[in-house]
């Protein structure tokens, strides 16, 4: 291609309005343009890079053996009402109506439409397992679309739904897809990892997210140092610290602490390290009852956890400050676990500190040397605390780490919660029908090109892994219009590069070495050709790999051999 | 490919409620299922032919230097209003809004989008021309989607938007798209002819329509014995007949028809052709005006032609039963031209008649042996009707035929109508702000699939034309489950067939032959190998090729090399 035809749409500014890298690089490479909040256009450079992306997540399932359809984006209600997502599922369901008034979504996932298609077309277990897929438009109606193509309500995804007749099945294909989805995003040249996760409102027992690891990542990932495991920080298990609690050294005491409310405050105003005070936070429990979860001064509650606990209303609802005032008598920055009478949940590490402190349940007083079993009774304890670094692994092998990353892909063990709805059946081998198991499988095709970039960037531009390059090398004549040896050369390289199925861009413009450059390392074209007329006097070009300052000298006649 | 892995979803039954054969045959082959009206899941039978088609597309409009780009669905209003189209496009553009209560329509077209797009990132004329296209979902909320995905709301397809600075740029890419189409259609295996075609609501001047000849096709195509004109009968030109007006032999005569309405009453009544009589049709003018049009008894009135003439109102509507009695003194069935005082438009053939038979002004009496410029004045003549096969072509080179056609695709010369509209400049050379000219061009490519069904098919189901087969090769063999060796040998060819790139699709089922022939011949794979015991023995397999009853004897170790 010749960017004489192939205009790129390249800005030197940074645009106002974008957050994040991946967004800003996407908008000043000239790969996409935003329509409307969270709707963009892909210009034809973008669009390059989305195809070679989804060209090989089609391949790696093709060869995974899963089938291939399309289903619409216009969706009709009554299987949402069928499966009870049209109530469930909140303002993110884009809702339409046609000319006759009936109702519509634009589907946001495909999960009814699949198992509509299973319920109609497969009737006998010699049928299963089986695999759909697509690649297709969604819409989901985010309430705040932001940074770009990353978190977009209109983006292209993979989505394949397999059907099976029993959980050893399910288990088989999950397997199969966990080994295909590592494949692609190591075809797609990404630093990736797969992660345990919580199935959230999909549903389902069994789930693994696949992060792109980046900086800029919205989700956090706990990884072992010395093992496999490596889970969304949302799921992975706290232990409790080992070595047990030391024996009290301290007497309680009340301590004044004025306008100390945060454990910042109060650490500080007492002296105390944080990890020696505890906090205390009231939800809501189920029947209106309140609940105290106390942890550690330093750790964080995981609201995912504290969810899944017997008696905790999920989505997790903390107490307003007149429950909290009616439960301990104190406002929310001073209370804490001594002398409480409503149910409390302790946290393992919290469970396990000598002479701590904590709020009084009185304004502006704090207790000192707290011990349990002495000051209060022993604690009911749980796992209610994102780990953090340097917290042992679950599995029992080193030590945790956390790294943040972006989720590009998510499969799931779904059982029955759509085949029983629909009533998808098969006849099993006894002649009994039998309602189908499901798994399904997401990757976010259009985000993986946002991931790729928030991994591999640098002050210059991007830096695409080799694969998903919008173009694979840069042809770039000097001086072009004033040496007719340059074009002569330039002109006859690309033609044989052309011929040779290299995927070239030359950049034929009229323009200064040191734009054209720039240009190149913006859009992120990993190698790159410079014909100029020193070097061709000796019938050699410069190569440039990547960003690399070291150009080596090759011949003329070899540039086609050396990418073919 | 394996049946067994790839299952077939093929009905026996003609579905009640699939009207027309490609419908009929697209579900019985298992190639699409309807989800709503007018929305169609593409199996994965379908899919495979739906994105060969798409595949051609693509290759021909990448050659032609076309850039692809990727628009996206949901359109905001504010674009449409800009255009003038939001209240001018009826309950077919499907209209939505988001949780904000924004305005958005579900694109059925990207004519605002692209230009919103041009007037951004093209800026001098040194930019153009350039020929932007996408292959993308579309949704038209027809009032009636009927035909399967023939006429689908939601369907896939290929548009294009050129930009220019001035009109012989856009004739040129006009010339290439035409050319770029006929090739489109060639590859696809289709007897198709590009056609003179009204350019409607899209606008502009210059138009061609792509049809694919069909008996089904919904349009009728008027085309040159000898020469390479052709039209639809929409916009066919009928030219006066040679020869001039006989003179007038008979005297003008009252005679009474009662109950005699029609032209066929009237003609048997007095025993006279219909090619004798003219027949008078009330329309609205403009400001009030009716206008009587005359035709011969035996032509059909050209709305379209009509619409265009200087005082006649667009759309064209019919006068009232008032309003003829108000004008004429007599219901419909007796009126004529013979004493009215409205402006009065003949039809060129209707203008040569002598000694014709008309409706009297009076109800139940017609007139015979009526004269222009004796019993009535001259005649103002214009284009009226629809041409008829045997008509002079347009062209003045040979005679009319007429076959019905299904337009497939449509290219226009746009203008400047959404430039225009959007203020989409670039900078010409004078360094002056100039309007751009566009040029817009589409393929159905859901329709282009139905349309090679309609036109390629026999009782025992689809021909597929060989570039958008769903396989190239069946090969089934015989009775596998008993015979080791048709096992091995079906096995090791399917292997030496895929290792050569061979698009085979191999029946291992356990099934009848019959039932399994009938398959292969319903989803119309081209090409197929029977390997049986009895030719096994002498290393031979049986080929067939497309329906033929012959079969042919070749040895196995050829299979390859025939297909490779």
Known sequence: MRTSRFPLSTLKEVPADAEIVSHQLMLRAGMIRKLAAGVYNWLPL??????????????????????????????????????????????????????HQREFCFGPTHEEVITDIARRELRSYKQLPVNFYQIQTKFRDEIRPRFGVMRAREFLMKDAYSFHLDAASLAETYQVMFETYSRIFQRLGLDFRPVQADTGSIGGAVSHEFHVLAESGEDAIAFSDT?????????????????????????????????????????????VEPARTVKTLLVQGEADEVIALVLRGDHELNTIKAEKLPGIAAPLTFASDEAIRAATGAGAGSIGPVGLTIRTLVDHAAAQLADFVCGANADD?????????????????????????????????????????????????LGTKYSQALNATVLDEAGKETVMLMG??????????????????????????????????????????????????????????????????FDDRDIR??????????????????????????GMVEYKAGRSRDAELIPVDEVVERFA
């Not at 609690?245 to 002296?271: K, N, W, Y």
């Not at 207790?367 to 029992?396: C, F, H, K, Q």
């Open 46 to 99: 973008g669009l390059r890079v989305l195809r070679k992306a989804e060209g090989v997540v089609r391949e790696e399932m093709d060869r995974a053996g899963a089938l291939e359809l399309l289903m619409p984006a216009v969706q009709p209600a009554e299987l949402w009402q069928e499966s009870g997502r049209w109530d469930q599922y909140g303002p993110e369901l884009l809702r339409l109506h046609d000319r």
């Open 440 to 505: 399904c499988y997401g990757i976010g095709v259009s985000r993986v090109v946002a991931a790729a970039i928030e991994q591999n960037h640098d002050e210059a531009g991007i830096l695409w892994p080799e694969p998903i390059a919008p173009f694979r090398v840069a042809l770039c004549p000097m001086n072009m219009k004033k040496s007719e040896a340059v074009r002569e050369a330039a002109e006859k390289l690309y033609l044989d590069m052309c011929n040779a199925g290299i995927d070239v861009l």
């Open 227 to 271: 093992s496999d495991y490596a889970a969304n920080v949302e799921l992975a298990e706290a232990l409790p610290p080992a070595g047990g609690r030391p024996a009290p050294t301290q007497a309680m005491q009340t301590v004044d602490t004025p306008g100390q409310h945060t454990i910042e405050d109060v650490s500080r105003f007492l002296g």
């Open 365 to 413: 007083q704090h207790l000192t040397g707290v011990n349990w079993g002495r000051d209060l009774p022993e604690p009911e304890t749980a796992d209610l605390r994102n780990v953090v670094a340097g917290d042992p692994s679950p599995d029992g092998k080193g030590t945790l780490a956390i790294v943040r990353g972006i989720e590009v892909g998510h499969i799931f063990q």
């Open 513 to 538: 070495a040191g734009v054209m450059f720039a240009d190149m390392e913006l859009i992120g074209i990993p190698h790159r050709i410079i014909v100029g007329d020193r070097n061709l006097e000796n």
